[in-house]
């Protein structure tokens, strides 16, 4: 039976409301084995750089066939600049960490700040994969099924989601179409945006006015 948690139940509403996992059909091999090879090279602070740009889909292509059969969770950020409705990526940091989570160094939290603010098509694009061991609760499994194996964003990650893309700064950018900073989930053999900042805290903040408003 599927526990009755708020948050579980907030991240599957919001799953469903979001856009449908990335195509991945016509994707240059090439590209995608680059990708692969710089992921294993960005573990250090510096991180690694690319000769020449790849695509955001092709960077997204990389990172799930590159984290799909591990059973850790990984980190995978990318810097570049907007391009068309694309993004060219330069280069990438990589944090490995365990099974059920990984940190968030604060070299890359500086990072990622400093790079989206510097220009304003700047880009960032995050990627973070929940690895499926087989060992979750049958409940989990049937939900999955029901969802098409859709990724589903935890409440932590849509909390780096709402620190990064949220400010002052990213919802201007959002306003103007320019540079953003971009936040991908691999699971279950998919790829997908969330964009949407978890929303109990701020239903919490409102019934908390509402009842100092009834209070007065």
């Keep these: 039976m599927m526990p009755a948690d708020p948050k579980l139940i907030e991240a599957i509403i ?60 990984h ?32 070299y890359i939290r500086s990072e990622i700040r400093r790079h989206h603010f510097h220009r304003s098509d700047a880009e960032v694009v995050v990627f973070h994969n929940h690895p499926r061991t ?36 990213g919802l201007f950018r959002q306003f103007f179409g320019q540079g953003q900073v971009l936040f991908y989930l691999g699971e279950s053999g998919f790829v997908k945006e969330f964009r949407l900042p978890p929303l109990l805290p701020f239903l919490d903040q409102l019934n908390r006015l509402s009842v100092q408003q009834v209070v007065k």
Excluded: M
């Design 134 to 169: 087989g060992h979750e609760p049958e409940w989990f499994y049937t939900l999955k099924s029901l969802l098409q194996d859709l990724p589903i964003a935890s409440n932590d990650d849509r909390k780096e989601l709402q620190h990064h893309a949220f400010n002052a700064v």
């Design 14 to 73: 919001l799953a469903c409301l979001e856009r449908n996992p990335i195509d991945f059909r016509k994707v240059d091999d090439a590209e995608v084995k680059k990708v692969q090879t710089a992921i294993k090279r960005a573990t250090t602070e510096k991180g690694t750089g690319f000769r020449y740009p790849v695509t955001r889909k092709h960077f997204l292509c990389g990172c799930l066939d590159f984290t799909e059969h591990l059973p850790e969770e």
């Design 75 to 106: 980190l995978i950020v990318a810097y570049g600049y907007r391009y068309g409705n694309t993004t060219d990526i330069e280069r990438i940091h990589h944090v490995a960490g365990e099974q059920r989570r990984v940190a968030v160094p604060e």
